[in-house]
């Protein structure tokens, strides 16, 4: 399966010193589709692309993909942590 024979990326990322998060999600309607969602601190999503896995998953990722994946990226300056959620707050 794709999560299978991209697992040594996933890992990869994971492990990086800047990574707060990378984990992907099968959509429940279509088991071929997924999203991936990825946060870094700041500045740390450079090293990221410059690494080796990133650029072996560059060249590996497209014989996997039925077509060009869809992509929103952002920047919040100076954010380094997540919220809390003020609605579910546990006391």
């Not at 990869?12 to 999600?25: Q, R, S, T, V």
């Not at 589709?33 to 497209?62: I, M, N, T, W």
């Amino acid at each position: 399966t794709f999560l299978d024979e991209i697992n040594w990326y996933t890992e990869a990322c994971n492990a990086e010193p800047g990574c707060l998060e990378f984990k992907w999600y099968r959509d429940p309607e279509d088991s071929q589709r997924f999203l991936l969602v990825e946060a870094y601190k700041d500045g740390e999503d450079v090293a990221h692309v410059q690494s080796d896995h990133f650029k072996r998953s560059c060249e590996e990722f497209p014989q996997y993909l039925v077509e060009t994946p869809d992509i929103i990226n952002f920047k919040i300056d100076g954010k380094t942590e997540w919220d809390k959620m003020a609605e579910f707050k546990v006391d």
